[in-house]
């Protein structure tokens, strides 16, 4: 099971001068289980297509499919396409707008018509996994700080219980401990069988979590893969928009001069290589 891509091109405004090529020929597969990031800079293409994973947008051209479902079916297959697939939004503001935080909570359940009391309990569980107090629950969501928002955005479309995670930059707005718990919470979610998409300019990021990656440049897929065999691409033939982590970018110039250092993240990782190497 798997959402799949296939030359999927978007065009915004067709036949105005307003007309904009956002996406061509892009092909993706995203498993459940697995991480996949796609990354490019401002303009890439990479929130059009992130919104064509659950049908918000449709294809001018190509195909995507949902667990073998088109996006272009009817409207009972576009209803099961949006329950299997959650999609968060780059800024909050643009996903709330319940009176209150339960209402919000509530509002994707209900609409899938699960039991209230299993409501309440998903409620109550996923706010817990986001690091949301309950006191929260008769608030308002726009009283809310930047980052309980951005939480809250994505607590949502949790309690739904999707088959996969679309997130659009979900640590913007969040403060080091913040993202590091998203993140540890979004691995575990994994590996539990989700299936999530990544959308960020974090190439840093992307390497660390993704299990595959997509580079967009200009509507264009101009790399899909691993995140090794994306360092090996950027070392070797830089992509526009993407620049190597500082880290390797030492790395790169320790190689350069001779030192037998591995290509990693991990600053100490490279400290002790470097060390063993210099005394050998």
Not at 36 to 57: E, I
Not at 89 to 98: I, K, N, T
Not at 174 to 184: K, S, V, W, Y
Request: charged fraction near 25%; include cysteine; charge should be negative.
């Amino acid at each position: 099971m798997s959402i799949k891509v296939d030359s999927l091109c978007h065009v915004y405004h067709p036949g105005t001068p307003l007309e904009t090529q956002a996406l061509s020929g892009v092909d993706l597969i995203v498993e459940r289980g697995k991480w996949v990031a796609v990354v490019g800079q401002t303009g890439s293409g990479k929130s059009t297509l992130a919104q064509h994973l659950n049908a918000l947008l449709l294809p001018s051209s190509g195909r995507v499919e949902v667990d073998g479902i088109p996006t272009t079916a009817g409207a009972s297959e576009l209803r099961e396409i949006r329950r299997k697939v959650g999609l968060v939004f780059q800024y909050p503001e643009h996903q709330l707008f319940a009176e209150t935080v339960r209402e919000e909570m509530a509002f994707g359940p209900r609409n899938w018509e699960f039991p209230e009391e299993e409501i309440t309990n998903s409620t109550r569980k996923v706010m817990d996994l986001l690091g949301l107090p309950h006191e929260l629950l008769d608030r308002s969501p726009f009283e809310l700080s930047g980052g309980q928002k951005r939480r809250l955005s994505i607590a949502s479309v949790l309690v739904s219980r999707p088959d996969y995670l679309v997130l659009d930059e979900p640590t913007a707005g969040l403060d080091a401990r913040g993202r590091n718990e998203l993140l540890c919470l979004l691995k575990g979610l994994v590996k539990e069988g989700l299936g999530v998409v990544h959308v960020t300019h974090d190439l840093e990021l992307a390497l660390t979590m993704a299990d595959r990656i997509l580079v967009l440049e200009k509507g264009k897929a101009v790399f899909c893969g691993t995140p090794g065999s994306l360092l090996e691409e950027l070392l070797e033939r830089p992509i526009r928009g993407l620049c190597l982590p500082p880290v390797l970018e030492l790395v790169s110039g320790l190689r350069s001069y001779g030192y037998s250092v591995p290509y990693t993240l991990d600053s100490e990782e490279l400290a002790d290589c470097l060390e063993r190497e210099i005394r050998s």
